[in-house]
């Protein structure tokens, strides 16, 4: 395959993802009281125009991390997608791709390709101390299941503040 077709390929997959993340965030939109939002679906539409004018030195930048069958670009590209928005509030395409970077560099990366069995195999190996093991709900989590520890549950220091009970 050419330079040339990876990087439409890697411009389309960026525009796919970018378009497809805007149409979630939509349709999340009305169950949430969240400007963010609608300021992400702009921001992310933006981006998926400026995606196809990619230069070639982005492209170069971006070219490592790029395989349109990998697993880890596609949930680099996910993740950075959902950040728009909220924790990235950038909204021009120069810096997605540095964001990108970051996200492509992310030490968890590696671990998304591990085989869940193995990775609760290995969770199961760690120590677990004594105060946890012997607490009463490990002993017997169904009697446990939906009874709430002292100090949780419903939030009435928040209903008390917007004037709801007393």
């Not at 169950?31 to 992310?44: S, T």
């Not at 760690?126 to 520890?149: F, G, I, Q, R, S």
Request: charged share 25%; with cysteine.
């Amino acid at each position: 395959m050419t330079n040339e077709n990876n990087k439409s390929e890697c411009i389309d997959a960026i525009v796919r993802m970018l378009e497809r993340t805007s149409a979630w965030r939509r349709s999340i939109a009305p169950n949430f009281n969240d400007p963010r939002n609608g300021r992400a679906c702009e921001i992310l539409d933006k981006l998926a125009v400026d995606a196809a004018g990619m230069s070639e030195s982005q492209f170069q930048s971006l070219e490592k991390y790029f395989a349109w069958d990998s697993l880890q670009w596609r949930n680099g590209l996910s993740l950075a997608s959902r950040q728009i928005g909220f924790h990235n509030r950038s909204s021009d395409f120069r810096s997605f791709v540095i964001m990108g970077h970051a996200v492509g560099d992310d030490m968890s990366r590696p671990y998304t390709n591990v085989p869940q069995p193995k990775l609760i195999e290995a969770i199961n190996t760690l120590p677990v101390v004594n105060e946890w093991a012997n607490a009463p709900w490990m002993k017997d989590p169904l009697t446990w299941a939906n009874k709430l520890a002292a100090g949780t549950g419903k939030r009435n220091d928040l209903l008390k503040k917007a004037g709801v009970c007393s």
